[in-house]
């Protein structure tokens, strides 16, 4: 398949997790609507708020978040990258940061636990430690798909490039990356960041984050992205909830991978 029309979602979400989960689905089925076959939601899409609050409403799996993202993905038929959100585990102290894959079917085709964790400390503007409530994942994970194999990846695994040519090295060809970046660093950040990724692995990047302030007073910076493996910027979110879509050509990506065989290259 060498078009593959792809969408990411872009989200404001709160407190309030009823709502947040109907406009990722209303967001969902727009996205289908406009003929996406892949789409990928954002980071901690049904509740974004003080970690304590978050982690009094993990779930599990299965549960609801995991029913609704298997409800959708059947109905219109397509590949789900359902973001991520806060997994119960065997230790009550931890959560997970967890994100499905879900089929066509709706069946659950891989589950990735963020391997890093988020922690920020510059006082009077931003401070967070995911640590103090998550628990990291162990595994390196991707699924085969008709588009090619998918890597998957959340947020601050984003600078971690060890954790992507880990993805290439398992043949990846799309990587996903569900976030809630924050405003401080994102500004700066997160463009090169998403944009290295692409380059040295020779993958496309789709780039789902959040946007706007949060009952935390944490402020997500946004600007979704979609990625070729040249590292050029196929579609960029403005400041808002929104949908953004591109197609992604597999033929180009063999070219690229062709002319510029950087990963045959590699030394160490």
């Known amino acids: 398949m060498a078009l593959i029309s792809v969408a990411v979602i872009q989200m404001d979400a709160q407190d309030n997790i009823d709502e947040n989960r109907n406009r990722a689905v209303a967001m969902v ?46 109905r219109n038929k397509i590949h789900l990258v359902g973001g991520s959100f806060f997994e119960k585990t065997t230790e009550e102290d931890k959560v997970y940061n967890t994100n499905l894959f879900l089929g066509p079917d709706g069946s659950i085709l891989s589950v990735y636990r963020k391997i890093h964790l988020f922690e ?23 699924a085969d798909s008709p588009f090619g194999v998918i890597g998957f990846t959340i947020c601050y695994d984003v600078r971690f490039p060890e954790l992507y040519r880990a993805l290439a090295d398992r043949q990846a060809d799309i990587i996903t990356v569900p976030a809630a970046f924050a405003m401080k660093t994102g500004k700066d950040h997160w463009e090169p960041l998403l944009r290295a990724r692409a380059i040295e692995n020779q993958v496309f990047i789709l780039a789902a984050s959040q946007v706007g ?14 990625i070729d493996p040249w590292g050029t910027v196929l579609a960029q979110a403005q400041d808002t909830e929104t949908i953004i879509t591109a197609q992604l050509d597999m033929d180009y990506m063999a070219h690229v991978r062709r002319i510029m065989p950087a990963l045959k290259n590699r030394r160490l």
């Open 29 to 74: 089925d727009e996205a289908a609507s406009r003929g996406a076959r892949l789409v990928v939601l954002p980071e901690v899409f049904v509740h974004l708020d003080a970690l304590d609050k978050m982690k009094a409403a993990a779930e599990t799996i299965p549960g609801p978040t995991s029913t609704l993202l298997q409800d959708v993905a059947r």
């Open 120 to 142: 920020i400390d510059a006082p009077g503007e931003v401070v967070f430690d995911e640590a103090q409530v998550i628990e990291s994942g162990k595994e390196v994970v991707i």
């Open 213 to 226: 302030t949060k009952p935390n007073g944490f402020t997500c910076y946004g600007r979704s992205m979609i």
